[in-house]
């Protein structure tokens, strides 16, 4: 469940921050407990946003900010 809420909370401020941009939670089957964000530009090739992997203990240091996220996508499509 907390992984669905913050993915849910970061998705909403993806799409606040730039309208167009189609948001796609989990389209292949994710790592355990793990929280990553990437974007997927045009020509294929991926940017990560937010890895939450090397995070932790405790627990909520996985989970990004969703201001941080838009930060890092506003900078990689600058």
Do not use: M, Y
Not at 3 to 10: C, E, I, S, T
Not at 12 to 40: H, K, M, W, Y
Not at 44 to 52: C, K, Q, Y
């Amino acid at each position: 469940r907390v992984f669905g809420r913050n993915a849910a909370a970061v998705s909403e401020a993806l799409r606040g921050a730039v309208a167009t941009l189609p948001v796609d939670i989990n389209p292949r089957p994710p790592r355990r407990n793990s929280f990553e964000v990437s974007l997927v530009k045009e020509d294929g090739s991926t940017v990560e946003l937010w890895s939450g992997i090397r995070k932790g203990p405790p627990r909520k240091l996985k989970f990004p900010q969703p201001e941080t996220v838009v930060e890092a996508l506003k900078s990689s499509l600058a």
